[in-house]
């Protein structure tokens, strides 16, 4: 190797090791997200807001399209999230912590109560006021955000509470879209969602028949999104519809080709266009709202409390057994981080209200609660003893959690 292709490995190489690393994508939105509000409140660059919502063309050859970039974004980009989450949905069903009944039901009872008592706590402030649409709000955790500080915790946590955190992440967001999918869809228009359908019988066409090459599913779910867009149904499902319907015999391959541009493209483009916001000079405002006490108070408090309440009946009544090698006093910490809950809040968020201001006070209560879930979650479990170096597994989730945490 020449001297200047050593130098050029030497420079490359910190860049790629960060990109492999677990907490990469947090880091990475983390400061997209500081960026765009720097950005968005600097008068010197009040071109920054104007471009997210600069009109256009969006009528082309008769095909309604979005407006703007920031509608681009949520509504087309962020498909390919949505893909990509369908994908280790279906990953973990087939080979992960989903794959039982008695290993998936532990995660699926804490996700369940991770959902379930965030919107009785924002239900409690907002019910019967103009608000109380944003309930599904706080029901999210963020994958990339939670695994990320988990990381950080290194041997702290067991392998298996780690792979736990994964699965009720997963089964939040899973819980997430069919929240958005059923309760989030204003108007519904009968001719374009017939359209989709058909679309969807087209692609479950294609599976029967073990058509495997991508190319030929992309006319289907392409006229599957735009059924859904038009029907009203918001067009990121198409993105899940696809990978639980297409015929994938390599999925880890799939997901990891999708891996970087969701991760490094798509979802720092979502926090840079969805905190494009100018913050109110008196942040009282902001935080005095029963929007913010639902939000804030349903992510700090009411996921761990509903994560690990559920959990813990679940085992004391031996419905579920608790991940090996972990306590009580962990499980409690994981449901602090998933009070983590940036993306899937903030994408609800935006279709919970219309109103620009509303949406701000939103965004910035999503932000501050993420923050105080991530660091009262990394200052609580970092208070255990790391443990003994774990053996390796021959289970199929243990022994890919490091390259699962990387796809996540």
């Known amino acids: 190797m020449s001297g200047s292709a050593q130098k050029s490995y030497r420079i490359f190489t910190p860049v790629r090791d960060f990109l492999n690393s677990s907490y990469s994508t947090g880091i990475i939105l983390i400061s997209c997200t500081v960026l765009s509000l720097v950005l968005s409140n600097i008068g010197a660059t009040r071109g920054y807001l104007d471009f997210w919502h600069y ?4 009528t082309v050859a008769g095909l309604n399209l979005p407006e703007n970039p920031l509608s681009w974004v949520n509504d087309v980009f962020m498909t390919f999230f949505f893909f990509l989450v369908g994908l280790e949905i279906k990953r973990e069903l087939q080979v992960g912590e989903l794959a039982s009944l008695k290993r998936s039901l532990l ?37 990339a955000f939670s695994l990320g500080v988990l990381s950080l915790l290194g041997k702290r946590v067991p392998v298996q509470l780690k792979i736990f955190l994964m699965a009720l992440a997963i089964i ?27 679309a969807f019988v087209t692609v479950l066409g294609f599976n029967a028949i073990k058509v495997k090459s991508p190319y030929l599913y992309l006319i289907p779910a392409a006229v ?56 109110p000079s008196d942040f009282s405002g902001a935080f005095t709202s029963t929007i913010s006490y639902g939000i804030i108070l349903g992510l700090v408090i009411g996921k761990p409390i509903g994560i690990f309440s559920f959990s813990y009946f679940a085992t004391k009544l031996g ?6 090698k ?26 919970s209200y219309g109103e620009d201001g509303l949406q701000i006070i939103s965004k910035i209560a999503i932000v501050a609660a993420s923050f105080i879930s991530g660091v009262i979650g990394y200052m609580y479990v970092a208070r255990f003893r790391p443990g003994h170096v774990e053996e390796k597994s021959t289970d199929a989730a243990t022994a890919g959690y490091e390259d699962a945490v990387a796809i996540a």
Do not use: R
């Open 224 to 279: 599957l999104w735009y059924g859904l867009f038009k029907s009203g149904v918001h067009p990121t499902i198409a993105g899940v519809v696809m990978a639980f319907s297409m015929h994938l015999t390599k999925l880890e391959k799939v997901e990891h080709l999708h891996k970087i541009p969701v991760n490094y493209i798509i979802m720092p483009l979502f926090a840079l266009a969805n905190t494009a916001i100018i913050l």
């Open 319 to 324: 419905i579920a057994s608790l991940p090996s």
């Open 107 to 143: 995660p699926v009872l804490a996700a369940l109560g991770g959902m379930v008592c965030p919107a009785v706590i924002f239900a409690i402030f907002n019910v019967n006021t103009p608000y109380q649409h944003g309930w599904g709000i706080p029901m999210a955790t963020d994958i």
């Open 55 to 58: 009109s256009l063309p969006h």
């Open 172 to 198: 939040d967001d899973l819980g997430a879209v069919i929240t958005i999918a059923i309760f989030y869809t204003k108007t519904l228009n009968f001719m374009y969602f017939g359209i989709a359908g058909l």
């Open 326 to 351: 972990s306590t009580y006093k962990q499980l409690l910490g994981m449901g602090m981080l998933g009070g983590i809950g940036f993306t899937m809040s903030i994408f609800t968020s935006t279709l």
